[in-house]
């Protein structure tokens, strides 16, 4: 027998033996009812491109079921239901479900969803522009703006930020000045009719201009303003009332029970603390659980000017 017969049955041979060898079995092929109060063809687009990782409707082809491939595919699928499971949806209040649709648009039309590796197979999961834009225009759909009777931003003036506030009820003190700090970014959160801008202090900046944000250092502070969007008579979008600010305080060992940050939210002209509770920040964890693979932070920053200079020399 020629020699590159006998590899070739050797293969084979480990190729059936590793065929004994499956995955943790998970859940799969519970047929998903429609999300509720979600228009058909927006149901269609993410059932197609969404749902085979991100709900119980799970579609095995059978090549996933092939070793080693379906471990692969049980990774994903894993991975994908613990950032976002859409067969929860229904259950979900009204808010949450727009925040859900929010979300996954952000993810589509950032390019990040669905997988690159994932759409080289499944070629039917692959958007259109018709279908980013259909996503689109739903969910700025959920919170439509309406134009605002005054342009006047006079309400936002009159938070004072610097004054004397409570500390939240898990002990993070609020930190008066933090609009003195750089801004970093901002988010149009569409989903609930909000602009916020994110400031960081000085280790947050000198990070930022480094490039070594994941994960961010023990003392950076982000701090994220929110104030309600108005919709001008000429269309512009302005901020109108102040809504909260939420601090995220980087210190690994303090901080290490609620993944190395303290969390705390200040709402309202008033400063008020949020949460009735010492472990009231369990929330802000749970929200932040998708994107546990960027330390736990949503918003990238924004190039600063430092770091374009740098672009450009080179």
Not at 30 to 56: E, R, T, W, Y
Not at 83 to 103: C, E, G, H, M, R
Not at 203 to 231: E, H, M, Q, R, Y
Request: overall charge positive; some cysteine.
């Amino acid at each position: 027998m020629k020699v590159y017969n006998k590899i070739i049955i050797a293969l084979l041979a480990v190729f059936i033996m590793i065929q004994f060898f499956r995955p943790e079995e998970i859940h799969k092929g519970i047929p998903m009812k429609p999300l509720a109060g979600v228009p058909k063809n927006v149901n269609a687009i993410l059932q197609h491109s969404c749902f085979d990782c991100h709900s119980s409707q799970t579609d095995w082809r059978w090549y996933n079921k092939i070793t080693p491939a379906n471990y692969l595919v049980a990774f994903h699928i894993r991975e994908g239901r613990n950032a976002l499971d859409f067969s929860k949806f229904n259950d979900l209040p009204k808010p949450q479900q727009n925040s859900t649709i929010y979300y996954a648009v952000n993810k589509i039309l950032s390019g990040e969803m669905p997988l690159p590796e994932y759409t080289a197979i499944h070629s039917s999961a692959r958007l259109s522009e018709n279908d980013l834009q259909i996503l689109k225009q739903y969910a700025l759909s959920l919170t439509a703006r309406k134009p605002s009777e005054s342009s006047s931003n006079s309400a936002k003036d009159k938070i004072k930020f610097n004054q004397k506030v409570k500390n939240s009820p898990n002990g993070l003190a609020y930190i008066p000045g933090f609009r003195n700090w750089k801004a970093i970014s901002t988010t149009d959160r569409f989903d609930n009719g909000t602009l916020r801008i994110i400031y960081g202090n000085e280790v947050a900046v000198k990070v930022i201009d480094n490039g070594n944000i994941n994960p961010w250092p023990d003392g950076t502070i982000l701090a994220k303003a929110a104030w309600k969007s108005n919709v001008n008579a000429d269309g512009n979008i302005t901020i109108g009332d102040f809504v909260q600010v939420e601090l995220m305080v980087k210190d690994s060992r303090k901080y290490v029970k609620t993944k190395g940050w303290g969390w705390g939210r200040w709402k309202g002209m008033d400063l008020k603390p949020y949460g009735d509770m010492p472990d009231f920040d369990k929330e802000c964890i749970e929200c932040h659980k998708p994107m546990d693979n960027r330390d736990h932070t949503f918003t990238s920053p924004l190039y600063l000017i430092t770091q374009l200079k740098k672009i450009q020399q080179k």
